[in-house]
């Protein structure tokens, strides 16, 4: 999946390496490296979205920063939409839309919407193109009440609302979202998922993602990327994941009483607690010979079988990674 | 103003002519950067950046003029904190009829065309001491993303209306001295002074930026750069017999500050140069502006080049 098709966007084994000073005693200070990314190639095809996750620190906005230009990689090659984005960082600025969760894109002192008229005028946005994309903005955003407020005095998620138009004001054929639902509330995080797949579904905008919020990926992204310590651990979709993560899927069953632990070929018990007993086994497998199995040997009241959730997988993930 | 671009010209790479230029070069196997940058595309980069410049300082100028009364009282007290520095100058001239030999008229010449300079690089430019906090605080990295050369967008954010009050007060001390200095007057002379005033602003300009420049390394340098531009001016207000000549012959080659204003105003007001120059150094200062914005530019486009943005 990851190597097919024309990538919109490229990556061939891009590293970045940071030199960093750290206090080693009183006086002397150690020069050591940070390689935040590693060796990282994907391709992105247009019109995808992609979810980009890994633990803090895993090298996500580092990556981001690279794709947008403001960093320049210390190896690899790197391409968005044909550009090398920080050898020509203002010619590729005209195509990509950014939103850093973090940090506002928007000027801190100004009304929402000189910021807005400030953007038209910057990347030369023709007038009627311009206002058509403010109004669908406005609109789908909830923004209405909020233009002439200054940003500085605009909440966390009304600010990252302000801040998804502004990226989205001069039609950028990719968009990336470092943390977009960061401090949003449910309902303000259910109107961004939505405007964002409808982005993708109607205008076909490229998207990658960053987020610790699983559900963002559940509900928009078919495709996810998984990197740790600069690396990327995993490329595919969503379901592949429980294979790689070697998920197990969960059997509970409620005996006639308590019982020792069930010992069957295929599974291991895993709690105990009273009649019921959980048991793990492999999510690949199907749960049926092994029902049988039990329901042949042990007194069985009843049973229901759970499926693995992404969090768990995610973090079995991350904490296998770091035992490594 | 025009320099601000140039220095960013070719890191800014933009416009048809540059693309044409990069697209040659890939065809050569060669990376785009590292291929000879035309003429063309500085061009370019520097219509781009004076245009960016312009949009957003006249976004500014529409957010303060929506408070008419505060502008009004800020570039009122901004022409007032200066004046004081010229105050003190009268102060002194109430105890001596000379200043190193100077007399009222003849350094109020100095301090009307070192402040006028001044007030219109710091008029341009004088937000630029700003840079360091957002190369520490990473709030740099927004400036990237835009279309536009940084240099332009740090240039103009918040740019000061109010600042019209230092030029408003240079303009009036050099008015009062060109009413009563005695000058012999010929047509090279009356050329020297608006050159002098631009190629001084233009020098003033480069040292912003090049002071600028620094703070991409040293982040709390924003003290350096004032005492070099804000310490300068108070320098250049004074008669340089004042000072000693090795404290003179250091500001005058190894910060070209001089050009702003001593070496060509000795000239205008008929006086021999305490260096023993010849006059046609008096001519220089258009020549040491474009040096010195060539110099800041490399500094700023090896400051850009070095910036690392933060972790978060
Ligand atoms: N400007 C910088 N200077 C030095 N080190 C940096 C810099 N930026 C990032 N790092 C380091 O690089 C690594 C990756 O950081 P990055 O910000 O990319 O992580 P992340 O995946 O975005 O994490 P999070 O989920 O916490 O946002 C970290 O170890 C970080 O300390
Ligand atoms: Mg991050």
């Given at each position: 999946m990851s190597t097919d098709g024309t990538g919109f966007i490229e990556l061939d084994g891009v590293e970045k390496v940071f030199d960093v000073r750290r206090k080693a005693g009183l006086l002397r200070r150690e020069k050591h490296q940070v390689r935040a990314v590693d060796g990282i190639s994907f391709r992105v095809p247009r019109g995808e979205m992609v979810g980009y996750i890994g633990p803090n620190g895993a090298g996500k906005s580092t990556t981001i920063k690279m794709l947008t230009g403001i960093l320049t990689p210390s190896g690899g090659r790197l391409r968005v939409a044909g550009i090398d984005p920080s050898r020509e960082r203002t010619r590729l600025a005209q195509r990509i839309g950014v939103v850093f969760g973090q940090r506002?894109?928007?000027?801190?002192?100004?009304p929402l919407i000189d910021s807005y008229r400030l953007m038209h005028r910057m990347y030369r946005v023709p007038d009627a193109r311009f206002r058509v994309n403010l109004e669908r903005c406005v609109e789908l955003l909830d923004l209405a009440e909020l233009?002439?407020?200054?940003?500085?005095?605009?909440s966390l998620g009304q600010r990252m609302r302000g801040d998804i138009a502004a990226a989205l004001l001069h039609d950028p054929e990719v968009l990336y979202l470092d943390?977009?639902?960061?401090?949003?509330d449910v309902i303000s995080k259910a109107k961004v998922r939505e405007f964002l797949r409808d982005l993708n579904a109607e205008r076909g905008t490229t998207v990658l993602l960053t987020t610790h919020d699983l559900t963002d990926i559940e509900q928009l992204c078919k495709r996810v990327m998984v990197i740790d310590h600069g690396r990327l651990l995993y490329d595919g979709g969503l379901a592949g994941l429980h294979e790689v993560g070697e998920s197990e899927r969960t059997l509970v069953v409620d005996l006639e009483r308590e019982l020792p632990p069930i010992e069957v070929p295929g599974a291991r018990a895993v709690r105990v607690e009273g009649p019921r007993q959980w048991l793990a086994f492999p999510?690949?497998?199907?749960a049926a010979p092994l029902v049988a199995r039990i329901a042949a040997e042990y007194p069985l009241v009843d049973l229901s079988v759970r499926e693995p959730d992404i969090e768990a997988v995610i973090a079995k993930m991350y904490a296998d990674r770091s035992a490594v | 103003m025009a320099e601000e671009a140039i220095t960013e010209a070719s890191v800014e790479a933009s416009g048809e002519a540059s693309v044409e230029a990069s697209v040659e070069a890939r065809a050569e196997g060669v990376p785009a950067a590292e291929a000879w940058i035309p003429r063309v595309s500085r061009r370019a980069a520097l219509r781009d950046g004076l245009r960016a410049y312009g949009l957003i300082v006249g976004m500014w100028m529409r957010s303060t003029m929506a408070y008419r009364a505060s502008f009004v009282m800020t570039a009122f007290g901004n022409f007032a904190a200066t004046a004081f520095d010229f105050v003190a100058i009268l102060l002194m001239f109430a105890h001596v009829d000379a200043l190193g030999g100077y007399s009222l008229p003849e350094v109020a010449f100095l301090y009307g065309t070192s402040a006028t300079a001044f007030g219109l690089s710091d008029l341009a430019l004088?937000?630029?001491?700003r840079l360091g906090r957002r190369v520490r605080d990473g709030t740099l990295d927004t400036l990237l993303?835009?279309?536009?050369p940084v240099l332009a967008q740090v240039a103009a954010d918040?740019?000061?209306?109010?600042?019209?009050g230092r030029i408003a007060q240079g303009l009036l001390v050099l008015g009062y001295a060109l009413l009563t200095v005695d000058i012999d007057w010929t047509v090279t002379r009356a050329l020297m002074l608006p050159m002098m005033v631009l190629s001084g602003a233009a020098i003033f300009s480069a040292v912003f930026v090049a002071g600028a420049a620094f703070q991409f390394w040293a982040q709390d340098a924003s003290e350096v750069q004032n005492s070099f531009t804000y310490g300068g001016t108070t320098l250049l207000q004074?008669?340089?017999?004042?000072?000693?000549k090795d404290l003179v012959r250091g500001v005058t080659?190894?910060?070209?500050?001089?050009f702003v204003n001593w070496i060509p105003a000795l000239y205008v007001l008929g006086r021999e140069d305490p260096l023993g120059l010849?006059?046609?150094?008096?001519?220089l200062p258009p020549l040491v502006a474009v040096v010195c914005c060539a110099l800041a530019g490399v500094a700023w486009r090896a400051g850009l080049r070095a910036y690392r943005s933060t972790g978060s």
């Amino acid at each position: 999946m990851s190597t097919d098709g024309t990538g919109f966007i490229e990556l061939d084994g891009v590293e970045k390496v940071f030199d960093v000073r750290r206090k080693a005693g009183l006086l002397r200070r150690e020069k050591h490296q940070v390689r935040a990314v590693d060796g990282i190639s994907f391709r992105v095809p247009r019109g995808e979205m992609v979810g980009y996750i890994g633990p803090n620190g895993a090298g996500k906005s580092t990556t981001i920063k690279m794709l947008t230009g403001i960093l320049t990689p210390s190896g690899g090659r790197l391409r968005v939409a044909g550009i090398d984005p920080s050898r020509e960082r203002t010619r590729l600025a005209q195509r990509i839309g950014v939103v850093f969760g973090q940090r506002t894109t928007l000027w801190w002192d100004l009304p929402l919407i000189d910021s807005y008229r400030l953007m038209h005028r910057m990347y030369r946005v023709p007038d009627a193109r311009f206002r058509v994309n403010l109004e669908r903005c406005v609109e789908l955003l909830d923004l209405a009440e909020l233009l002439d407020v200054p940003v500085r005095q605009l909440s966390l998620g009304q600010r990252m609302r302000g801040d998804i138009a502004a990226a989205l004001l001069h039609d950028p054929e990719v968009l990336y979202l470092d943390e977009p639902t960061i401090g949003l509330d449910v309902i303000s995080k259910a109107k961004v998922r939505e405007f964002l797949r409808d982005l993708n579904a109607e205008r076909g905008t490229t998207v990658l993602l960053t987020t610790h919020d699983l559900t963002d990926i559940e509900q928009l992204c078919k495709r996810v990327m998984v990197i740790d310590h600069g690396r990327l651990l995993y490329d595919g979709g969503l379901a592949g994941l429980h294979e790689v993560g070697e998920s197990e899927r969960t059997l509970v069953v409620d005996l006639e009483r308590e019982l020792p632990p069930i010992e069957v070929p295929g599974a291991r018990a895993v709690r105990v607690e009273g009649p019921r007993q959980w048991l793990a086994f492999p999510a690949a497998e199907s749960a049926a010979p092994l029902v049988a199995r039990i329901a042949a040997e042990y007194p069985l009241v009843d049973l229901s079988v759970r499926e693995p959730d992404i969090e768990a997988v995610i973090a079995k993930m991350y904490a296998d990674r770091s035992a490594v | 103003m025009a320099e601000e671009a140039i220095t960013e010209a070719s890191v800014e790479a933009s416009g048809e002519a540059s693309v044409e230029a990069s697209v040659e070069a890939r065809a050569e196997g060669v990376p785009a950067a590292e291929a000879w940058i035309p003429r063309v595309s500085r061009r370019a980069a520097l219509r781009d950046g004076l245009r960016a410049y312009g949009l957003i300082v006249g976004m500014w100028m529409r957010s303060t003029m929506a408070y008419r009364a505060s502008f009004v009282m800020t570039a009122f007290g901004n022409f007032a904190a200066t004046a004081f520095d010229f105050v003190a100058i009268l102060l002194m001239f109430a105890h001596v009829d000379a200043l190193g030999g100077y007399s009222l008229p003849e350094v109020a010449f100095l301090y009307g065309t070192s402040a006028t300079a001044f007030g219109l690089s710091d008029l341009a430019l004088g937000s630029m001491d700003r840079l360091g906090r957002r190369v520490r605080d990473g709030t740099l990295d927004t400036l990237l993303l835009r279309p536009v050369p940084v240099l332009a967008q740090v240039a103009a954010d918040r740019f000061a209306l109010r600042r019209l009050g230092r030029i408003a007060q240079g303009l009036l001390v050099l008015g009062y001295a060109l009413l009563t200095v005695d000058i012999d007057w010929t047509v090279t002379r009356a050329l020297m002074l608006p050159m002098m005033v631009l190629s001084g602003a233009a020098i003033f300009s480069a040292v912003f930026v090049a002071g600028a420049a620094f703070q991409f390394w040293a982040q709390d340098a924003s003290e350096v750069q004032n005492s070099f531009t804000y310490g300068g001016t108070t320098l250049l207000q004074y008669p340089p017999t004042l000072f000693a000549k090795d404290l003179v012959r250091g500001v005058t080659f190894v910060v070209p500050l001089a050009f702003v204003n001593w070496i060509p105003a000795l000239y205008v007001l008929g006086r021999e140069d305490p260096l023993g120059l010849p006059d046609l150094a008096a001519f220089l200062p258009p020549l040491v502006a474009v040096v010195c914005c060539a110099l800041a530019g490399v500094a700023w486009r090896a400051g850009l080049r070095a910036y690392r943005s933060t972790g978060s």
